[in-house]
């Protein structure tokens, strides 16, 4: 079953959409101070910010996605029958029903190859190198070029933005700045010291970027650093669960298999909804839309206050926008296609005449309150109401009805 039947097209928002695929940007992190090419993908402590974020987010998600749709939206009255007009409050939306059953779509091949597994694997590499202490260079001072495991805490205006952390750092990069190489070239194993520094452009904190700073730092070890798996380096990024090479090479591959599987899921549901969207006569009132769109904005604001956080941080290093703009400008188009699958839903609901029985009604709330980790059905119906649970639920069944009807074409046929 795929996320979009799961959770239903109308339920979704803009964080389920486009920032659930961003979400993977978040926390990449690796050798710091190599070239300026690689610096982008491999700095100290990128991410580590944004994957706190992340983080919350994840846990979050599927709660915040039913708040934000129980009581942000007003989705009004569902009224009409084919031709559905006037359906929220205040505004003039209609829809005339394209044919919604045995929409033809192309599936994409689910394939994942020996080359996959290994470009996986080289591109993980990358991001979290496999390195080992080399203890023979604990009485000799660090070098030029050699790669150090340092624990430092960054401070700017007298504000400690990382505390403790730890990474990999080429001496001589000049990542955080001569000074600071300056001072790391000839220290020994255990020895501290610390720094001024300007904070770097793509240090991942975009609040600080070019801002000076204090770096305080004791070096850890000497570093071998590998550009092939060993297995202690497969247990050591997988907590464990993998302890040989073999093992991580199977867990790849079975994520791999995983997103391509989910990469074709979401390839048949987008191919479905546009084919069902091209196909009906809509007229949208540009208020509607607009009110979808402040309302959007507002959330994530408030998101963003929730996650103690601010709207720059949320937007840049959790989900991967280029700027606060770049968001509102994708929130502005994405509202229109949240207006547009609510009235086409609302629509097929009433053609369908769907209704929600009692059965139906308590394995849905079961596998609700298992996403958003409840186990008390009167504090989730609390929380969110039976009849905004019903709505989704509707949703849901029209997904379904999209989806079971949907066929696939081979080559150009059916």
């Not at 979704?12 to 486009?18: L, Q």
């Not at 978040?26 to 991410?47: E, M, R």
């Not at 944004?50 to 599927?62: D, K």
Request: glycine content about 8%; overall charge negative.
């Amino acid at each position: 079953m795929s996320d979009k039947r799961k959770t239903g097209s109308r339920n979704k928002t803009a964080k389920n959409g486009k920032n659930a695929d961003m979400d993977k940007k978040a926390g990449k992190n690796g050798t710091a101070g190599q070239t300026k090419k690689n610096k982008k993908n491999k700095t100290v402590n990128k991410a580590m910010a944004a994957a706190v974020i992340a983080a919350a987010a994840v846990v979050l998600f599927f709660v915040s996605a039913l708040i934000y749709n129980a009581f942000v939206k007003d989705k009004g009255d569902k009224s009409g029958g084919i031709t559905l007009g006037g359906n929220e409050k205040g505004f003039n939306n209609s829809v005339v029903l394209g044919e919604y059953r045995g929409i033809k779509y192309s599936p994409l091949e689910v394939e994942v190859t020996d080359s996959d597994v290994d470009a996986y694997i080289s591109e993980q590499l990358k991001k979290e190198p496999n390195w080992e202490i080399d203890y023979s260079r604990d009485k000799t001072p660090v070098a030029v070029s050699d790669k150090v495991q340092i624990k430092y805490t960054l401070e700017v205006n007298g504000i400690t933005y990382d505390s403790d952390k730890t990474e990999i750092y080429e001496c001589g990069s000049n990542y955080f700045g001569e000074s600071f190489d300056t001072a790391l070239a000839g220290m020994l194993v255990g020895e501290s010291s610390e720094a001024e520094i300007t904070v770097p452009e793509d240090y991942g904190r975009s609040s600080i970027k070019g801002a000076d700073g204090k770096v305080s730092f004791s070096i850890i070890g000497v570093v071998n650093v590998y550009d092939y798996l060993t297995d202690g380096y497969c247990a050591r990024i997988t907590d464990g669960n993998s302890k040989t090479v073999e093992d991580y090479r199977n867990y790849c591959r079975a994520q791999l298999e995983k997103n391509a599987q989910n990469a074709a899921d979401e390839h048949k549901w987008n191919s479905i909804w546009e084919t069902l969207r091209d196909s009906c006569e809509l007229t949208i009132d540009e208020k509607s839309v607009e009110r979808e769109y402040q309302e959007m904005i507002e959330y994530y604001q408030s998101y963003a206050s929730y996650l103690n956080t601010t709207m720059e941080a949320l937007v840049t290093e959790a989900y991967g926008y280029g700027t606060v703009q770049d968001f509102y400008d994708y929130c502005r188009e994405y509202s229109r296609t949240v207006v547009e699958e609510r009235i086409i839903y609302d629509a097929i609901i009433k053609k369908e005449n769907i209704t929600v029985d009692d059965e139906t009604y308590k394995r849905k709330l079961a596998e609700y309150m298992e996403e958003a980790g409840y186990t008390d059905v009167s504090d989730f119906e609390a929380l969110l109401g039976k009849e905004k649970i019903t709505e989704m639920i509707e949703s849901d069944m029209v997904s379904e009805i999209l989806i079971d009807s949907a066929v696939a074409e081979q080559n150009g046929s059916s």
